[in-house]
């Protein structure tokens, strides 16, 4: 087996030093009835690596990738160019094959981009300090709930309707134990009258801009409104390249900010690793969930970086820890960070510019078709249309010709018959005219 | 005539050993490395994207108002900015990394391979079920593989990681417990547990009650029965323990637990050491997760991203979050909500957006077949062997708390070091300047300075006796007084021991500018 060095020559002299017969006296004390032989597992022997990469290409090239086809989802993952370089550079083994940074004199490289990531993430959302990162965006919530939570001692979340239904749902499986979760309901397009349902027993409010059907909100109003009745505004943001063009959370008012980090520097991945981003104010900091990294000298006097408020973690607190996180999204971070580096301030703006014009060119056409009806009227790159007939049948219908037209809103909202006819619709850089010009086809024929 | 040596090949000749300092503050190949945002300049960027100017007539008065703060740098100051960094680090790749409870194997680069194939890294997890037929294909085959090595019958896919299948293991567990309509509050948790155990079930709001290790390194299974009770949800239990042993008593633990009505979870961190070998369902386990980061050679990443599918029991199945994966005559499909299950499901909520890390699970998966059952079985034979060959090497210099045989990690405690002034965090910043990377220290808690070393089955035994003899010097040499080289010790690291405490005291997460006085200075 080609990743295993010991020989057979090697194993009986190391059982020899130990003074085992065989290796079946190291595993003396397991249960005789629980050992079990080759013959108990139903599964194929060693394979080459010629084998292996035969048979998942078999299975890869089933799937409809992205790139091949004219692609507009979003929904809370989003194509966008990743330039070479970020790939190339997260696969260094000193990025790759390195564990969490706990001896920091041999981490310097990983604790540094971090503590470039917390920055980045800080000057992106307009808030004061971020953490090392979270699983994704949908945890990132819960766990920014659960610190509302915390920080008012009070056990109410309010949910925005525009919230993304997994993150609602995400939100709902954790916040539900030991509070209580409350989900207003939206019209597609329009900001629903969430401050009115805010009382003495709200810990938060948690709204997402763009919300999942593309509409961008104006966080301020809700920001007074929930701090005026003692609770805290959390925002969300599932597409963070709208950050390069719209007002950041923290200017807004937003206390917390919990994010998708997907759309810079890493791929759509059927859904995951995606890296979860989260911010807030200096006065809540040590309520955060989740890794820190900090600066501090080491001791012949030089900068360095260390993992830092670490007695708010699982491994030193326990069952006191602020969260029982552990492991992070590290090698998405570091993506990320890179990839971010790469735009600098400049190519940022270009990018979330190019995106913004994309989008609103492909909905200026698409809305032109008969029948068809554009209900966002401010939005980032992500927009909603309102067809004539369900939403699902056309996008399976455009399927078949190769077009991926979006996410119907029935997708995500299988319960709400105002939305069946609701397409969520995403344009990027990637997305070229030739591409809209054949959804705009199919999308006539499909809905005539 | 003689030659002209000038610009020809240098030569050993005298070397002076002392120190320089160099005039650069570089060393060699050492670089200092600053800030990315101490670099660049405005305007630059890294990556050409045509300007598109917009209008603000859709942007709902919303439009960003003041700049990020980024700085602007091109392709080479950015490639080679990181590149700096990454030559800080320690890696597998690089040497041995000893961490116990971690199993930092090698990670076969055939998986990043396969991962970086379009059709698993370019496909959406919204994009019609008709168009991801093999990415579901594949989930398919790896939970296939997953219920096959644990002999349970079911697997939530899901978790993003080792803890998030921990609480997701306890949220079924208080499902099927409110199903039963039964309130048990209490999780009993062993002292030596990992420090997520105790948090995870604070977290899914039960409270914790500790059971103490008996001095033999097992479980007190006399004091956990005596614990079990009608308000005992469950038991969170390492196996192989983070001592290193197995659960000698673990059937008769889970028939105790099972007869006071409470689940068994089990912490699958240790995996690697019986992996083809013992079947969990065979233990009486009802739910356990397994770290594809540990068991199954997913990259760490320095630290993430993970992933922590969770197998479950018969009577936790039911419970098994959203989304289920089911197979029909149309081929796979995801039931992403709760509307027309069949009575029988009943899924306690949802764990993350969409359907869990496929990244992680090609990787996986890419192992899995590579190995075959019978290499994983040989893997976990050797990973036990290696770290037992550690241990009977080592143990007449350093102190083991324990006796053997130990499973995939040999534990040492300090009771070599008493009297030598030399602690076990001095032992393992000295091994930095032997160019390893230290063992787990200070873990497991129930013995004093612990030393937990996990080898994996990927080192040579060529490689395993130049670290025994290493640290066998290392321990004699603090034994006998000589305790130079544990003072103060990393110094052939690119830091050296870093101010925590002053780290912590005033925290500083990120950077911030100067301001224009001080920088002129």
């Known amino acids: 087996m080609r990743y295993l060095p010991l020989t057979d020559t090697d194993r009986r002299h190391m059982l020899a030093r130990i003074g085992a017969r065989d290796i079946d006296a190291l595993f003396r004390d397991v249960p005789k009835a629980a050992i079990v032989g080759r013959d108990a597992f139903d599964l194929p022997d060693t394979k080459g690596e010629l084998e292996v990469e035969r048979i998942l290409s078999r299975m890869a090239a089933k799937d409809v990738a992205a790139g091949a086809v004219p692609f507009f989802c979003g929904a809370g993952a989003y194509r966008h160019h990743v330039p070479a370089a970020v790939d190339h550079l997260i696969q260094r083994s000193e990025f790759l094959t390195s564990y969490t940074p706990y001896q920091p004199e041999i981490a310097q490289g990983t604790l540094q981009y971090l503590f470039e990531f917390q920055t980045q993430v800080a000057l992106l959302t307009g808030m004061d300090v971020a953490n090392a990162s979270l699983y994704d965006g949908s945890t990132a919530t819960a766990e920014a709930v659960l610190m509302a939570q915390r920080i008012t001692r009070r056990p109410k979340a309010i949910l925005s309707g525009g919230l993304h239904p997994h993150y609602a749902e995400t939100v709902e499986t954790v916040a539900n134990l030991s509070g209580k979760v409350v989900r207003a309901s939206v019209t597609p397009g329009r900001a629903e009258d969430i401050a009115s349902l805010i009382d003495d027993q709200t810990a938060c409010v948690v709204v997402q801009s763009p919300d999942v059907f593309g509409l961008i909100r104006d966080l301020k109003p809700i920001a007074e409104a929930a701090h005026a009745r003692g609770a805290l505004l959390i925002a969300v943001v599932t597409e963070i390249v709208s950050l390069g063009l719209i007002e950041p959370p923290g200017a807004m008012g937003a206390d917390i900010v919990a994010a998708e980090g997907q759309s810079i520097g890493n791929g759509l991945n059927f859904g995951g690793p995606y890296v979860g981003l989260f911010a807030t104010r200096e006065k809540f900091l040590r309520q955060m969930p989740g890794r820190l990294a900090g600066e501090t000298v080491d001791a012949s006097g030089k900068r360095g970086f260390v993992l830092t408020l670490s007695t708010r973690e699982q491994h030193i607190r326990r069952e006191k820890a602020t969260s029982n996180i552990c492991t992070n999204s590290g090698l998405c971070c570091l993506a990320f960070t890179i990839h971010l580096s790469l735009l600098g301030e400049e190519g940022l703006s270009r990018l979330a510019r190019t995106n913004h014009v994309r989008a609103s060119a492909l909905a200026d056409r698409l809305s032109k078709i008969d029948g068809v009806s554009l209900v966002t009227p401010a939005f980032f790159n992500e927009f909603t249309l309102k067809l004539p007939k369900s939403a699902a049948e056309i996008v399976e219908k455009l399927a078949d010709e190769n077009i991926i037209a979006g996410v119907p809103a029935s997708r995500l909202m299988p319960h709400d018959p105002a939305v069946r006819d609701h397409l969520i619709v995403a344009a990027t850089e990637t997305t070229t005219d030739e591409d809209c010009a054949a959804f705009a086809d199919g999308l006539s024929e499909a809905v005539a | ?521």
């Open chain 2, 1 to 521: 005539m003689t030659m002209n040596n000038q610009g020809r090949p240098t030569q050993a000749g005298n070397i002076e050993t002392a120190e320089l300092a160099t005039i650069s503050g570089d060393r060699g190949l050492d670089h200092e490395e600053a800030l990315i945002f101490e670099l660049g300049r405005a305007g630059m960027t890294g990556v050409d994207i045509p300007d598109a100017p917009v209008s603000d007539s859709r942007l709902g008065g919303q439009r960003r108002k003041g700049e990020v703060g980024l700085p602007g740098l091109s392709e080479p100051e950015v490639v080679r900015h990181y590149v700096r960094l990454s030559r800080m680090n320690y890696a597998i790749d690089a040497g041995l990394y000893p961490l116990g409870s971690c199993t930092m194997k090698h990670n076969p680069r055939l998986n990043e391979k396969m991962a970086r194939l379009p059709g698993f890294a370019d496909v959406h997890p919204l994009q019609p079920e008709s168009t991801v037929q093999g990415a579901l294909a594949l989930v398919s085959e790896l939970m296939g593989w997953l219920t096959a090595l644990t002999g349970m019958p079911a697997v939530a896919m899901s978790p993003k990681a080792g803890a998030h299948g921990e609480l997701c293991g306890m949220l079924a567990i208080k499902a099927a417990l409110d199903a039963r309509g039964e309130k048990r509050t209490r999780v009993l948790v062993p002292e030596s547990a990992h420090g997520t155990n105790p948090a995870t079930a604070a977290f899914a709001g039960f409270t914790v009650d500790e059971i103490p290790a008996k001095g033999d390194g097992h479980v007190d299974a006399d004091a956990l029965r005596a614990k079990l009770g009608p308000d005992a949800a469950a038991i969170m239990l390492t196996n192989p323990n983070t001592c290193g042993l197995f659960e000698r008593r673990i059937i008769e633990i889970a028939d105790a637990v099972h007869e006071a009505g409470a689940y068994f979870y089990c912490d699958g961190a240790n995996f690697n050491a019986i992996a083809g070998r013992v079947r969990p369902g065979d233990l009486g386990i009802d739910a356990m997760h397994i770290n594809l980061h540990k068991t199954f050679s997913t990259p760490h990443g320095g630290g993430g991203p993970g992933a922590g599918p969770v197998v479950l029991s018969e009577r936790l199945a039911p419970f098994a979050p959203l989304p289920l994966l089911v197979h029909d005559a149309n081929g796979f499909r995801m039931i992403e909500d709760r509307a027309g299950l069949p009575d029988r499901l009943k899924p306690f909520g949802r764990m993350c957006a969409f359907h869990g890390q496929m990244g992680m699970f090609v990787r996986a998966l890419s192992y899995m077949l590579s190995h075959g059952a019978d290499g994983i079985r040989q893997a976990s034979e050797d990973a036990v062997l290696s770290a037992n060959y550690i241990l009977a090497s080592l143990k007449d210099v350093m102190s083991a708390p324990f006796e053997g045989p130990c499973m995939h990690e040999a534990l040492f405690d300090d009771t070599f070091l008493e009297g030598t002034g030399v602690t076990t965090l001095d032992f393992a910043k000295a091994m930095i300047d032997e160019g390893y990377h230290p063992m787990t220290m200070y873990f497991p808690l129930v013995v004093h300075g612990a030393m937990l070393i996990e080898p994996t089955e990927s080192e040579s035994k060529e490689s395993l006796d130049r670290f025994i003899r290493v640290l066998r010097m290392m321990a004699l040499e603090a034994k006998r007084g000589e305790t130079a080289r544990f003072e103060n010790a990393p110094r052939y690291a690119p830091r050296r021991r870093l101010d925590e405490t002053a780290a912590a005291r005033k925290p500083i997460l990120r950077f911030k500018p100067k301001p224009l006085a001080q920088a002129a200075e």
